[in-house]
């Protein structure tokens, strides 16, 4: 099981992810927008597609030309250098 | 502007539709479940596809092999005969 991450490692690590922070439910978390809704869509869909390599799958809500990601580690109740991998992967998807 | 539906109206047409009620946020609901992660986020791509060509979009979550929609006409304040067009070619979509 990964570690949690001391609060300090997160912010340190949120500094190098653009947008992304911390929510009220403690999960690692970013709201993307889009020109079109469609394109949020596939979005969506490539974000999943990065989950399931990682075995590690975060909560997607697609809206209005808005996709909402928020990913935390259940098995270790908080947020782990996993959550920070995805997060990483999906910005490098972009 | 489509009307909206009277809780009698909405009680009538969920009857035909399975699994889909009315949710705590008042919008017409429902949560797919599927065998695999990719499944659903691939239905949730579909289901985001039939809102873009109803240009009636819904809220979309992705979670674990589950999909939950939500929908209702924001511009009427409720769950209008749009709403249950966009669940019923969901339905038909699967």
Redesign the interface.
């Known amino acids: 099981m990964p570690d949690l991450l001391t609060p300090d490692a997160i912010a340190a690590r949120l500094r190098s992810l653009e947008g992304w922070s911390v929510d009220d439910d403690g999960q690692l978390a970013k709201t993307y927008s889009f020109d079109t ?2 394109s ?3 979005f ?2 490539r974000a ?2 990065i ?2 390599t990682l075995n590690h ?1 975060p ?6 030309r808005k996709v909402s990601l928020a990913i935390s580690t259940h098995s270790a109740g908080g947020i782990t250098e996993l959550d920070f991998e995805f997060a990483t992967a999906v910005e490098r998807s972009r």
Chains 1, 2 share one sequence.
């Open positions: 809704y469609l949020g869509a596939d969506a869909r999943a597609g989950a399931e799958h909560d997607i809500r697609i809206l209005w």
